[in-house]
């Protein structure tokens, strides 16, 4: 026989087993028994966020035609799904920080979620960095937002010519999305651009940072 009892979220009474599948931060973020990885968050349409956050950019090949960039890579999602204590959760934060504040949750925790299955455009190499573990972090706060950043080097292909050599300006379109769903279910949005002044480049290059333009801003695989 189970038992079950009744979760405030988001305004909604949201019945879950009593006993949840795992927790984390002393039972106040759970996870119920029935929750699926293999599902999406929300089946009308589910919203991811990526940043990129490009620490500088130590190789460009004109001969293979790639760039590589050390960034932080970023995504962002909501799954309404968890279970939070909201009481437990005001214990968490310090003095002074919001209600909407991040809180570090061990990154072991990762593997109970769902997760976007982001794809990027023309990737030649996607290498996560480490010092003595991956570098890498979670955080999740009170409205049921979910954030993972990951240390990478990242190589992708740009088409590049060099009619105006040595005076070439060369564009490289760095495009995310879902490598299984359509616009219909997932859609990816900015959640920041890199400030160009803040990135480092031992290469002999003028650097600048644009949002795409829209007729890039989507893509159908055929």
């Not at 991040?102 to 480490?130: M, R």
């Not at 999740?140 to 990242?154: D, G, K, S």
Request: glycine residues 4%.
């Amino acid at each position: 026989q189970h038992r079950s009892k009744r979760e405030s979220m988001s305004g909604f009474d949201y019945p879950v087993p009593f006993k949840p599948k795992v927790c984390a931060k002393g039972d106040a973020i759970c996870i119920p028994a029935n929750y699926s990885k293999f599902d999406l968050p929300d089946e009308s349409l589910t919203t991811v966020s990526v940043g990129i956050d490009i620490k500088d950019i130590p190789k460009i090949d004109d001969k293979e035609f790639s760039i590589t960039l050390n960034a932080f890579f970023v995504v962002r999602w909501t799954d309404n799904r968890m279970i939070i204590d909201q009481e437990k959760m005001d214990a968490l934060f310090k003095n002074g920080e919001g209600a909407d504040a991040w809180i570090p949750v061990d990154v072991s925790f990762i593997k109970e979620f769902w997760l976007p299955d982001a794809e990027i455009l023309n990737l030649k190499e996607f290498k996560t960095l480490d010092v003595l573990s991956k570098l890498e972090g979670l955080w999740l706060n009170r409205n049921f937002e979910i954030m993972y950043a990951v240390a990478t080097r990242i190589t992708f292909i740009c088409p590049m010519t060099f009619n105006s050599f040595p005076l070439d300006v060369q564009v490289c379109r760095f495009q995310v999305g879902s490598f299984n769903y359509d616009t219909s279910k997932m859609i990816f949005l900015d959640e920041f651009i890199a400030d160009e002044n803040q990135i480092r480049s031992v290469l002999d290059y003028f650097i600048e940072i644009r949002k795409l333009p829209p007729n890039f801003s989507y893509y159908v695989a055929l």
